[in-house]
């Protein structure tokens, strides 16, 4: 089992930056890749961001590529997503989530099998 815990949302206006952090506990030996995923008001959840946990590869929504950065620090069990240049359909609550087995392909269609309780982003206009 791994627990997840999100951290960082809240209320910013258009353009602003937000950071939003995600910490495991648990069996955090058996990473895989981290991802963070969105979802907004009567829309389906979409992937934003994914990093893998033992090798250099990230990947990005086209929608936030440019804007936003994914990172981790193994030490910590810590994955981070810095948001700049906000814009107000960025709103959404965002959770990370992780998986704990290699899946060749994009990190957005990794097996994401444990999952944090989301944090809410809100970007005004």
């Known amino acids: 089992q791994v627990q997840l815990v999100e951290s960082g949302g809240g209320l910013v206006q258009a353009g602003g930056s937000l950071r939003l952090s995600c910490a495991a506990s648990?069996?955090?030996?058996?990473?895989?890749?981290v991802g963070w995923f969105r979802q907004a008001p009567g829309k389906e959840r979409e992937f934003v961001a994914g990093i893998a946990w033992s090798v250099s590869r990230t990947e990005y929504a086209d929608s936030v590529k440019g804007r936003f950065t994914i990172s981790r620090d193994n030490a910590k069990n810590s994955v981070w997503l810095q948001m700049n240049s906000l814009k107000p359909e960025d709103t959404a609550v965002y959770s990370c989530a992780v998986s704990t087995v290699y899946r060749p392909g994009g990190l957005g269609s990794a097996n994401y099998a444990y999952w944090g309780q989301g944090t809410q982003v809100t970007v005004s206009s």
């Open positions: 648990g069996r955090t030996r058996s990473l895989s890749t």
